[in-house]
């Protein structure tokens, strides 16, 4: 379960979307794609769910935030 403070709720999250949120470290998108493509084939689970999708469902539920990188930040 994951608590959002800033706009209250509780959410429930597979195991898919776990797994991803433990991986966020502030890596850029394509080596965390490639990060929890490499565990969850380690785990044996099968074909790995779409990421990209689970990371904008957890953007849009406030549970994660995308940071800029120093080059998207330097104009």
Known sequence: MVFTPANPNVYTLNAAAWLLLELCDGQDVESLLAEFRAVYADQG?????????????????????????????TP
Do not use: N
């Open 45 to 73: 689970a099968g074909e790995a769910p779409d990421v990209k999708q689970i990371i904008e469902d957890l953007q849009g539920k406030g549970i994660l935030s995308r940071q800029l990188t120093k080059e998207e930040s």
